[in-house]
């Protein structure tokens, strides 16, 4: 997975030459974690992309949370609310580095409104994974 070095390049962009890949340290290229907080009416589309590429674990958590507008402007269920903390979704997967730009393109795409609150997607190198049933490790244990 291609990560930006620069700020402000986004997915398309055309300075993607400029684009450092900051994955492989040594020899090792990380899978990724992929943690999203996401508007919860938007979880049932992000679940349905998700299993669209074929993903298949991931964890859902009922969080709260605020962003830059420290939920003040923020809508939810149409009621303008005062408290701060806002209910989202957090979505959690970890995917191959190979699966990792699909799955956050996927992600996005299906939580996206275009208004303010729509979320936010943080990625996470992961080093290791193991199936607890079998011991297997690494990519065979996604
Ligand atoms: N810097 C952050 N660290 C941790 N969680 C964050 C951060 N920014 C946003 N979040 C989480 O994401 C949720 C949605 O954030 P939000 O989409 O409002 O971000 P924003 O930066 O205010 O963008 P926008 O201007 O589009 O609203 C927040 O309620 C919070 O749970
Ligand atoms: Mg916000």
Do not use: C, W
Request: hydrophobic share 40%; glycine share 8%.
């Amino acid at each position: 997975m291609r990560l930006f070095a620069r700020r402000n390049l986004r997915l398309g962009d055309e300075r993607a030459e400029t684009f450092a890949d900051i994955t492989v340290k040594g020899d090792i290229t990380y899978m990724k974690k992929i943690e999203a907080v996401i508007q919860p009416f938007k979880l049932e589309e992000v679940k349905e992309a998700l299993k669209a590429i074929g993903i298949d674990g991931m964890t859902i958590t009922e969080v709260r949370g605020h962003g830059r507008q420290k939920g003040h402007k923020e809508v939810y269920r149409g009621q303008e609310y005062n408290v701060d903390l806002l209910p989202k979704v957090k979505v959690e997967l970890v995917v191959t580095d190979a699966r990792a730009v699909e799955s956050i393109n996927a992600l996005s795409a299906a939580a996206r409104t275009g208004k303010i609150g729509d979320g936010k997607i943080f990625v996470y190198d992961v080093a290791e994974a193991i199936r607890i049933r079998n011991d297997d490790r690494g990519e065979s244990a996604l």
